[in-house]
């Protein structure tokens, strides 16, 4: 990832499953993103500094070591110092889960979720964010 040109979007993406992590990348980069991308929390906090503020986190609900979805956008805005907006993709419906993303203003996608969809949520956390 070449962080020597400052873009216009930069998006940080966690998610455990490599596959679907290679294709959050791809497909933010054909939307003009910049990515950091990693299957665990660790690795975006230590690549994180030296970074621009991102736009927005997308993460997975269930990461490793113990990670939740929330757990690590609050990890990654403490990093920042400032609330960026997340969104969480996942297939839980649990109350548990809602409320907490409440709490935290994180917006919750349920999977499976249409690139469009997840385009237009993007852009509309991002223009409010």
């Known amino acids: 990832m070449d962080m020597s040109a400052t873009p216009d979007r930069f998006a ?3 998610d455990d499953e490599s596959i679907i992590l ?3 990348e791809i497909m933010l980069d054909t939307w003009g993103y910049q990515v950091l991308a990693a299957e665990d929390v660790e690795t975006v906090l230590a690549k994180l500094p030296g ?3 991102p736009n927005v986190i997308l993460s997975d609900y269930r990461l490793r070591d113990g990670w939740s979805g929330i757990t690590a956008v609050r990890a990654v805005r403490e990093a920042c110092g400032v609330t960026v907006p997340a969104i969480i993709l ?3 419906t649990g109350s548990e889960l809602m409320a907490a993303a409440r709490a935290d203003q994180i917006r919750i996608l349920h999977k499976p979720v249409q690139p469009n969809d ?3 949520q993007i852009d509309s956390l991002i223009a409010v964010g």
């Open 12 to 14: 940080v993406v966690i």
């Open 22 to 24: 290679a294709g959050m």
């Open 51 to 53: 970074c621009p503020l």
């Open 90 to 92: 996942t297939g839980d």
């Open 118 to 120: 997840l385009r237009r």
